[in-house]
């Protein structure tokens, strides 16, 4: 099921899956919930299954508000508050992942089980320099380099060389519905903004945490110390994947997930 539910002041594109307790997928910096099109087919025999694309992005209408963390989370939460959900499972991966950490954080009764896919507690030199250096090959070299760049860092070079054509259709797509500069550069900002290391010690939800050894763009050692700071999270690490584990590697990926949540 695909609907447009008004959410604040916008309108977000959301898609629903499944049959079961509610599964909410928060997605990434590309900000389409088709990221999550195999992973909700998976999990939609045992999960209601929901995720939306992020405010400004996908199919999702233009809004005035500037695009922080804090705002999509708290789209997030009014998405629940619409759809009659008091408590959820949820899947954060990158960006999704620190706006699953602010709802965990900030509205804990919302909040089943929490599982954060490929993320970070907050920023280090190298991520800052990561993405400033994204930040100018957008700028200086336009959005299809931009988005080649994010498929060679985020894909795992072994993947990229056996799926060289289907890598270079989904950059196509991703250019035909770029959201424009000046909203990708917000979108970065709002990654590089996110600073919950001081609050997610206080989450109490049961926590997953996952990354894979070769991430490129959140490295094994951000999961590291998030899994350090939230008490009793577990850890999980998959040999390979890069950051688009759940895509490049999913089966691994969700044998973990649902170790996790089917125990």
């Known amino acids: 099921m695909i609907n447009q539910v008004e959410v604040a002041d916008t309108r977000l594109h959301v898609v629903r899956h499944g049959n079961g307790p509610p599964l909410l997928l928060l997605v990434g910096l590309g900000g389409r919930s088709d990221f999550w099109a195999g992973t909700i087919e998976h999990f939609a025999p045992d999960f209601d299954c929901i995720s939306f694309d992020h405010r400004k992005t996908g199919k999702s209408a233009p809004s005035d508000v500037i695009t922080t963390v804090e705002v999509l989370a708290k789209d997030a939460i009014a998405l629940l508050n619409k759809l009659g959900l008091e408590k959820v499972d949820i899947i954060g991966h990158s960006l999704g992942g620190a706006m699953a950490q602010y709802i965990a954080v900030h509205a804990p009764e919302r909040v089943n089980r929490l599982v954060l896919s490929a993320t970070w507690a907050g920023p280090t030199g190298f991520f800052q320099s990561l993405f400033d250096h994204r930040k100018a090959v957008l700028k200086n070299c336009g959005p299809a380099e931009y988005l080649l760049q994010g498929n060679l860092l985020g894909n795992p070079g072994w993947w990229s060389m056996g799926h060289h054509e289907t890598m270079v259709a989904g950059i196509d797509a991703r250019l035909k519905a770029f959201v424009g500069l000046e909203i990708e550069l917000e979108r ?23 990354c894979a050894q070769d991430d490129s763009i959140t490295p094994l050692p951000l999961s590291e110390e998030l899994a350090r700071l939230i008490p009793g999270a577990r850890l999980e690490i998959l040999p390979t994947g890069n950051h688009f584990a759940p895509n490049t590697t999913p089966e691994s990926w969700r044998q973990k997930v649902e170790g996790f949540l089917r125990p």
């Open 188 to 210: 970065m900002a709002a990654v590089c903004g996110h600073d919950l290391r001081a609050l997610v010690p206080n989450i109490k939800a049961k926590t997953l945490v996952v």
